[in-house]
């Protein structure tokens, strides 16, 4: 049964960066394409950024294109989310993801999932 672990969130103000760290256990890492959700108060979990098994594809909300990036440390076990110059509208409970096939921008469609970290950017 496979475990995600999510941690770096924060409070913090607009401008500012985060990185957001999601460590796997439980399953075979290498194997599974990742991906970070979010969810505000009131709104749907939705899609931030993914990334394939092989580390090689990666895919972003248009929303967070050249502010965000998805990377993953196949020793660690552990994928990243750097944030950069983060604006209110990021404010949410980030959730990392996990699933064999994919990468999807889909949340439907994962399988595992962390507890989530909750992300606060004030103006």
């Known amino acids: 049964q496979g475990h995600l672990i999510e941690s770096g969130g924060g409070l913090v103000q607009a401008g500012a960066s985060l990185r957001l760290s999601c460590a796997a256990s439980g399953l075979t890492f290498r194997s599974y394409c990742m991906g970070w959700f979010r969810q505000a108060p009131g709104k749907e979990r939705g899609f931030v950024a993914t990334?394939?098994?092989?580390?090689?594809?990666?895919h972003y909300a248009d929303s967070v294109k050249g502010r965000f990036t998805i990377s993953r440390d196949v020793a660690k076990n552990t994928v990243y989310l750097q944030m950069h110059n983060l604006e209110p509208d990021d404010t949410a409970v980030y959730y990392c993801?996990?699933?064999?096939?994919?990468?999807?921008?889909?949340?439907?469609?994962?399988?595992?999932w962390g507890q989530g970290t909750q992300v606060t950017v004030s103006s």
């Open positions: 993801s996990a699933d064999l096939w994919g990468p999807y921008t889909d949340y439907r469609k994962y399988e595992y």
């Open positions: 990334i394939g098994w092989r580390g090689a594809t990666t």
